[in-house]
Protein backbone atom coordinates (compact mmCIF):
# COMPACT_ATOMS: atom_id res chain seq x y z
CA UNK A 1 0.00 0.00 0.00
CA UNK A 2 1.28 3.50 -0.71
CA UNK A 3 2.32 5.67 2.21
CA UNK A 4 -0.35 8.02 1.00
CA UNK A 5 -3.26 5.59 1.22
CA UNK A 6 -2.00 4.64 4.68
CA UNK A 7 -1.69 7.77 5.90
CA UNK A 8 -5.29 8.54 4.72
CA UNK A 9 -6.33 5.71 6.53
CA UNK A 10 -4.76 6.53 9.97
CA UNK A 11 -6.10 10.09 9.38
CA UNK A 12 -2.73 11.21 9.43
CA UNK A 13 -0.78 13.28 7.22
CA UNK A 14 1.89 11.28 5.04
CA UNK A 15 4.60 13.95 6.24
CA UNK A 16 4.24 12.50 9.69
CA UNK A 17 3.51 8.68 8.71
CA UNK A 18 6.96 8.87 7.04
CA UNK A 19 8.64 10.65 9.98
CA UNK A 20 7.55 8.32 12.09
CA UNK A 21 8.54 5.28 9.96
CA UNK A 22 12.38 7.17 9.52
CA UNK A 23 12.81 7.29 13.15
CA UNK A 24 11.88 3.21 13.40
CA UNK A 25 13.76 2.49 10.41
CA UNK A 26 15.23 -0.50 11.80
CA UNK A 27 11.93 -2.22 12.16
CA UNK A 28 11.69 -1.63 8.07
CA UNK A 29 13.90 -3.73 5.92
CA UNK A 30 13.34 -3.94 2.18
CA UNK A 31 10.80 -6.60 2.15
CA UNK A 32 8.50 -4.72 4.49
CA UNK A 33 8.96 -0.84 2.47
CA UNK A 34 10.64 0.25 -0.25
CA UNK A 35 10.55 3.44 -2.16
CA UNK A 36 9.01 3.73 -5.97
CA UNK A 37 11.62 4.82 -8.74
CA UNK A 38 10.65 7.61 -10.80
CA UNK A 39 9.41 5.79 -13.58
CA UNK A 40 6.99 3.65 -11.35
CA UNK A 41 5.91 7.05 -9.96
CA UNK A 42 5.33 8.82 -13.30
CA UNK A 43 3.28 6.11 -13.81
CA UNK A 44 1.46 6.25 -10.86
CA UNK A 45 1.05 9.59 -11.69
CA UNK A 46 -0.52 9.30 -14.34
CA UNK A 47 -2.75 6.58 -12.88
CA UNK A 48 -4.28 8.42 -9.74
CA UNK A 49 -4.26 12.25 -11.54
CA UNK A 50 -1.60 13.29 -8.80
CA UNK A 51 -0.16 16.34 -9.81
CA UNK A 52 3.51 17.13 -11.19
CA UNK A 53 6.16 18.85 -8.74
CA UNK A 54 5.87 22.16 -10.46
CA UNK A 55 2.35 22.96 -9.34
CA UNK A 56 2.63 21.23 -5.56
CA UNK A 57 2.24 18.24 -5.27
CA UNK A 58 4.71 15.29 -3.60
CA UNK A 59 8.48 16.17 -3.34
CA UNK A 60 9.58 12.97 -2.59
CA UNK A 61 9.17 9.66 -4.19
CA UNK A 62 6.25 7.29 -2.23
CA UNK A 63 7.14 4.38 -0.23
CA UNK A 64 5.26 1.12 -0.44
CA UNK A 65 4.54 -1.46 2.26
CA UNK A 66 4.08 -4.69 2.53
CA UNK A 67 1.31 -6.99 4.30
CA UNK A 68 4.64 -6.94 6.97
CA UNK A 69 5.41 -3.30 6.88
CA UNK A 70 2.05 -2.56 7.85
CA UNK A 71 1.43 -4.62 10.44
CA UNK A 72 5.36 -3.05 11.84
CA UNK A 73 3.13 0.54 11.45
CA UNK A 74 0.86 -0.85 14.60
CA UNK A 75 4.29 -0.28 16.72
CA UNK A 76 5.19 2.77 15.37
CA UNK A 77 1.54 4.81 15.18
CA UNK A 78 0.13 3.81 18.47
CA UNK A 79 -3.23 6.21 18.28
CA UNK A 80 -6.46 4.25 18.67
CA UNK A 81 -7.13 4.64 15.14
CA UNK A 82 -4.18 3.35 13.97
CA UNK A 83 -4.74 0.21 16.26
CA UNK A 84 -8.45 -0.30 14.97
CA UNK A 85 -7.40 0.63 10.75
CA UNK A 86 -4.54 -1.57 11.39
CA UNK A 87 -6.47 -4.86 12.02
CA UNK A 88 -8.75 -3.98 9.49
CA UNK A 89 -6.15 -4.05 6.75
CA UNK A 90 -4.82 -7.20 8.49
CA UNK A 91 -7.98 -8.71 7.92
CA UNK A 92 -7.93 -7.83 4.72
CA UNK A 93 -4.75 -8.99 3.73
CA UNK A 94 -6.17 -12.65 5.46
CA UNK A 95 -8.61 -12.12 2.79
CA UNK A 96 -6.85 -11.56 -0.01
CA UNK A 97 -4.40 -14.66 0.75
CA UNK A 98 -7.03 -17.04 1.18
CA UNK A 99 -8.81 -15.84 -2.14
CA UNK A 100 -5.72 -16.62 -3.78
CA UNK A 101 -4.91 -20.16 -2.41
CA UNK A 102 -8.92 -20.52 -3.69
CA UNK A 103 -7.89 -19.55 -6.50
CA UNK A 104 -4.76 -21.48 -7.62
CA UNK A 105 -6.79 -24.83 -6.34
CA UNK A 106 -9.31 -23.48 -8.43
CA UNK A 107 -6.48 -23.38 -11.45
CA UNK A 108 -5.28 -27.17 -11.08
CA UNK A 109 -9.27 -28.63 -11.27
CA UNK A 110 -9.47 -26.02 -13.82
CA UNK A 111 -6.24 -27.69 -15.87
CA UNK A 112 -7.25 -31.29 -14.83
CA UNK A 113 -10.64 -30.33 -16.02
CA UNK A 114 -9.62 -29.30 -19.81
CA UNK A 115 -7.16 -32.03 -19.62
CA UNK A 116 -9.90 -34.51 -19.09
CA UNK A 117 -11.95 -32.92 -21.88
CA UNK A 118 -9.31 -33.06 -24.21
CA UNK A 119 -8.70 -36.61 -23.86
CA UNK A 120 -12.19 -37.25 -24.34
CA UNK A 121 -13.01 -34.77 -27.37
CA UNK A 122 -9.86 -36.26 -28.73
CA UNK A 123 -12.03 -38.96 -30.37
CA UNK A 124 -14.92 -36.20 -31.42
CA UNK A 125 -11.92 -34.27 -33.25
CA UNK A 126 -10.53 -37.06 -35.17
CA UNK A 127 -13.81 -38.54 -36.01
CA UNK A 128 -14.89 -35.54 -37.61
CA UNK A 129 -11.35 -35.00 -39.07
CA UNK A 130 -12.19 -38.28 -40.99
CA UNK A 131 -15.51 -37.11 -41.78
CA UNK A 132 -14.11 -33.57 -43.55
CA UNK A 133 -11.10 -35.57 -45.35
CA UNK A 134 -13.63 -37.45 -47.12
CA UNK A 135 -13.52 -36.28 -51.00
CA UNK A 136 -16.65 -34.82 -51.96
CA UNK A 137 -18.09 -35.77 -55.22
CA UNK A 138 -18.51 -33.18 -57.82
CA UNK A 139 -22.22 -31.88 -57.69
CA UNK A 140 -23.88 -31.58 -60.81
CA UNK A 141 -25.37 -27.93 -61.30
CA UNK A 142 -28.66 -27.35 -61.46
CA UNK A 143 -30.75 -26.31 -64.90
CA UNK A 144 -29.21 -26.70 -68.38
CA UNK A 145 -26.00 -25.75 -69.88
CA UNK A 146 -26.40 -24.34 -73.60
CA UNK A 147 -25.31 -27.53 -74.52
CA UNK A 148 -27.41 -29.90 -72.79
CA UNK A 149 -30.15 -27.32 -74.51
CA UNK A 150 -29.39 -27.99 -77.05
CA UNK A 151 -29.27 -31.75 -77.29
CA UNK A 152 -32.77 -31.85 -75.12
CA UNK A 153 -34.14 -29.76 -77.94
CA UNK A 154 -32.85 -31.55 -80.56
CA UNK A 155 -34.59 -34.98 -78.97
CA UNK A 156 -38.27 -33.18 -79.20
CA UNK A 157 -37.99 -32.46 -82.66
Not at 80 to 86: E, G, L, S, T, Y
Not at 108 to 113: G, I, V, W, Y
Amino acid sequence: MLDSDLAGLYAVETKQLNRAVKRNIERFPADFMFQLTEDETAFLRCQSGTSKKERGGRRYLPYVFTEQGVAMLSSVLTSARAIQVNILIMRVFTRLRELHVNSSGLRQELDELRRLTNDRFQVVFETLDHLLAVEEKPKRKIGFTAKEKRAAYAVRR
